[in-house]
């Protein structure tokens, strides 16, 4: 019986943990409790204070974390809070917490043989978390949170404080706490291990309109009270890094408490890419003088640089060597890489003279960002233990990976990567447009390609990149824990960690559907001239599902408790809600070119309804700004995006043209057919509806509308039964557009063409309908309309070898998912034979020429190899190899268009000699390519965005 309670407890235990606490990192191991049981740690229960022991000698930073945790679980609990004692009474059940070497208890603990500590000594920011009994006389139980380091101890605090229900977000996106009155440690040893990344930071950039307006508001300036809120963040979400704000700001010089307490909290400090040794471009511009020329202003600026060092002191850094061009410029052209080199050469005789220590003692970082590079690959180099940080080309593909098997360096390799960028082809600020399955594809091969030294990501304003900087802090913690298979699992532990389990499911697929809208194409490239308004319907089948997941986040913030909305408004509703409103108001704009062109009278109320959509555009913005919790993120939401013309931000937001157009008094018939902008009038006979199909179950329209003021009838008239309308007869004030379909079940089984008779006061259009019950839908992917379009992971068959597999990477690209060979370190085949290949069984009606279209990711040569490469074949033809990088380097034309439609459609031709089955092979040549669609164009296909829908 006693066995039977105790299971039972354990269990009820356990669903509850399962609904009201969260780890550090979503999708972490669970040991908290609302209910006790058998050997639980009572860690705050009604009556009982909660007291955190450290020690005197403990770190600053820890003891700050101590803190937090005390006023963690007063918010959760809704009770006084605890209290930190450094005064050891022995308590009969006593939380510890301390470092190992900086806590004499736990040190005692570990020497005596009750503390393993094992799994985390002398590890790297490793903390270990456990109840253990009797552990000094007098004392029946202790809670230990031990930490290998500092951040280690650290880590364990908040790892506690997000399992109790207290989100990182709490205080970045009023995320609520989860409250319940009693709190339980399971007994166990919990630890996490230690970082795979050994650096994981931010970069706060582009800061301005938004941050910098929101803190020089909330906090008078980018000073020490803002940054003490970022460093507990990172914190909080295990990271450890920083690069601060750097437009208009200077860290070190702005507020001299900001180095002081990032020191102190335990975030390494650096600076960007552009700004070396520790000083930022502002102080230039306050206390340098002449050039910024190391061939013409040596000696200033080597005292510039060492004064950088002399501020720095003991405190964690990680010094950026080298120099490009004032202001995030390029070098004049004269430099050469033996200048560049030496400057190098001085900046470390700077460092180990300022630091009386060799310069290799210092952690130091060389950014090999955009034509920096290219003095890499010409020759120039670093010494051993300087970080390379190889970088993405700002719009999150990776240029340049270490070579396998490459000599491993001390300094290691490390990433800068994008979330946020100003520059060619376009500014993208506003809002966020990373999917988590894209940042994986590209980290993972980062991590694979073994640059695991620091990783930092350009994160613009913090906000409104919550959930892609919790991805990119997890993902660098524990990759493995995280594979191509487990994203959707992250995207509900994400969901579950800010908003409990109940909507999780609901959020996650929101969450993951926004990012996809919006990867497609940056708001911010986004115009009335993206998607095509005519072929595929595809405008508004994309407007339509935006607005369709507007609707399901805001049906579910009607649902959610009070205490979350803002929460759920920041991190959900939000982005949503402004990005539908910007597709509406394009589609908008589209339609209404295309209706003044055409005469239609609806040009007009068109028009208004642009100015609406950009009037609520405001609206959603001054919401965010002036009502959202308070206020408290006010110009959050002030930076512009409507109106580009080049790259850089417009000033305003410019509303799309809108235009009008004169009306007749009488009215004026005109008629349109799906996929067609050609008007047709009374008299005529339409040829051009598309085709039926048994599977569309959808059907197609035709468009009747008003060119004049005064309204008029219409009829549908069809002579079989089978052939339906949604309205056969109606009044045309504007338009009216009727769905035709077909009853399947009443239409004969063969290819048939039906007149349809349109009747209006002004006389009477015929329309064919052409329908086709031939074909039935099977395994083969059909030739309809001159086109087949196939989603990359409905292959027919995958070829794999015991060296290669293949990998679909979920909720990722522009449609569906990606299909990449794995593993990504791959060597590079020959394709034919039993090579491995994806298969795809189509079917074709005719002879002749086909091209396909093969949609791939838009990767770049990050080999350095002149391109990687995939092939194509039909049948046993011989493979076509493809260049996916030719002509392309970052800043090219070819590059710009790529990560501007954030895909490369590239595109072989094949003969086909005889019309039927036939087997289309992709091949892999190099790993690292990631497809996402085929489309075949047999004579066809028409222009579109995205391209046709799989059918």
């Keep these: 019986m006693k066995l039977y309670r105790a299971l039972l407890i354990f269990l009820v235990s356990l669903i509850l943990l399962n609904y009201s606490t969260y780890g550090q990192s979503p999708g972490q191991r669970r040991y908290v409790s609302a209910v006790a049981g058998s050997g639980f740690f009572p860690l705050a229960v009604p009556g009982k204070q909660v007291i955190l022991y450290l020690d005197t000698d403990e770190y600053a930073g820890v003891k700050r974390a101590a803190a937090n945790l005390i006023t963690d679980i007063a918010a959760v609990t809704q009770s006084a809070p605890g209290k930190i004692s450094t005064n050891f009474k022995g308590d009969k059940q006593m939380v510890l917490i301390g470092t190992i070497g900086k806590n004499s208890k736990i040190d005692r603990l570990i020497a005596e043989g009750k503390l393993d500590a094992t799994a985390i000594k002398g590890k790297w920011e490793a903390h270990l978390t456990l109840v253990i009994k009797n552990p000094f006389p007098g004392v029946a139980q202790a809670l230990v949170i031990a930490g290998s380091d500092k951040r280690g101890t650290i880590y364990g605090i908040y790892d506690l404080s997000a399992q109790i229900g207290v989100s990182p977000w709490y205080w970045w996106a009023d995320v609520p706490v989860k409250h319940q009155k009693n709190i339980y440690v399971i007994p166990g040893n919990f630890t996490d291990g230690e970082p795979a990344v050994r650096y994981r930071g931010i970069f706060i950039n582009d800061e301005a309109p938004a941050f910098q307006g929101w803190a020089k508001e909330k906090f008078g300036g980018v000073n020490h009270q803002v940054y003490e809120k970022v460093f507990e963040l990172i914190l909080r979400l295990k990271g450890n890094y920083l690069w601060p704000a750097m437009w208009g700001n200077a860290f070190n010089d702005d507020d001299k408490l900001n180095p002081v307490l990032a020191d102190e909290y335990g975030i390494v400090m650096g600076t960007s890419h552009h700004e070396p040794m520790d000083r930022a471009q502002q102080e230039w511009k306050r206390y340098g003088t002449g050039a910024w020329n190391y061939q013409t202003n040596k000696t200033v600026l080597q005292e510039f640089w060492k004064q950088g060092i002399i501020n720095m002191g003991n405190k964690e850094t990680i010094v950026t060597v080298g120099m490009r061009g004032d202001g995030d410029m390029p070098m004049a052209e004269e430099s050469n890489i033996a200048l560049l080199e030496n400057i190098v050469h001085d900046q470390r005789e700077i460092i180990s003279q300022v630091t009386g220590k060799a310069a290799s003692q210092t952690p130091q970082m060389w950014a090999l960002y955009k034509e920096v590079q290219d003095y890499y690959d010409k020759g120039m180099r670093v010494p051993d233990d300087v970080t390379l940080l190889l970088c993405d080309d700002n719009w999150g593909n990776i240029r340049k990976l270490p070579a396998l098997g490459a000599k491993p360096r001390k300094g290691g390799y490390g990433i800068y990567f994008h979330f946020d960028y100003v520059g060619d082809p376009r500014n993208y600020k506003w809002l966020n447009t990373n999917e988590i399955a894209a940042t994986w594809e590209q980290m993972h091969l980062a991590y694979e390609y073994n640059a695991r030294q620091v990783w930092v990501v350009n994160v613009g304003d913090i906000k409104p990149m919550e959930y892609p900087i919790s991805f990119f802090m997890d993902y660098a913690w524990a990759p493995d824990k995280w594979p191509a298979t487990r994203l959707p699992d992250y995207a509900k532990a994400w969901a579950a960690q800010q908003f409990g389990s109940e909507n999780a499911g609901k959020i996650a697929k929101i969450l993951t559907q926004y990012t996809r809208f919006n990867s497609r194409r940056k708001p911010e490239l986004l115009d009335q001239n993206t998607y095509s308004l005519v072929n595929y319907n595809e405008f508004e089948r994309v407007t339509t599902d935006y607005v369709g997941l507007k609707n399901d986040a805001k049906d579910l913030y009607t649902k959610i408790p009070a205490s979350y909305k803002d929460a759920y408004y920041q991190l959900v ?352 040549v190099d790993a690292g390519v990631v497809l996402q669609k085929v489309v075949i164009d047999s004579g066809g296909l028409k222009d579109s965005y995205l391209g046709p829908e799989e059918h």
């Design 573 to 924: 509703l939000h982005p949503v809600t402004a990005c539908a409103n910007l597709y509406e108001l394009y589609f908008a704009a589209a339609r209404n070119k295309l209706y003044a062109e055409q005469g239609r009278a609806a040009s007009n109320s068109t028009a208004k309804r642009i100015q609406q959509l950009f009037e609520r555009d405001k609206q959603i913005s001054r919401y965010y700004n002036d009502t959202l919790s308070n206020s408290k993120w006010h110009h959050m939401m002030d930076q512009t995006h409507i109106g580009y013309t080049y790259w850089q931000q417009p000033e305003v937001d410019k509303m799309p043209p809108a235009k009008t157009i004169s009306l007749a008094e009488s009215a004026n018939v005109g008629v349109t057919v799906e996929g067609s902008p050609e008007v047709y009038l009374p008299g005529q006979h339409l040829t051009s509806l598309p085709r039926f199909y048994p599977w569309n179950s959808k059907g197609h329209y035709i468009e009747i509308f008003n060119r004049g003021k005064t309204a008029f009838k219409y009829q549908l008239q069809s002579p079989v039964a089978y052939v339906q309308f949604s309205s056969a007869a109606g009044m045309v004030t504007e338009q009216e557009r009727v769905m035709i379909n077909i009853d399947w079940a009443k239409a004969p089984a063969d290819i048939s063409q039906i007149p349809v008779t349109v009747s209006t006061d002004a006389g009477k259009l015929v329309v064919d309908v052409n329908i086709d019950n031939e074909h039935l839908k099977d395994h083969k992917f059909r030739d309809i309309g001159g086109y087949i379009a196939i989603e990359a992971a409905h292959y027919t068959r995958a070829v794999a070898d015991k060296q290669v597999n293949w990998q679909e990477i979920p909720d990722y690209g522009r449609t569906l998912s990606g299909v990449c060979p794995i593993p990504v370190t791959a060597a590079a085949y020959q394709p034919g034979n039993n090579s491995p290949h994806l298969e795809y069984q189509i079917s074709l009606k005719d002879t002749g020429r086909i091209n396909v279209i093969m949609y791939i990711s838009p990767t770049l040569d990050f080999k350095a190899k002149k391109g990687l490469y995939y092939a194509v074949s039909i049948d046993d033809d011989a493979p076509q190899l493809v260049n996916i990088n030719k002509n392309e380097t970052p800043g090219s034309g070819e590059w710009g268009n790529s990560v501007a439609n954030n895909i490369k459609k590239l595109q072989t031709t094949h003969v086909i000699n005889k019309p039927g089955t036939h087997v289309l092979k992709y091949w892999m």
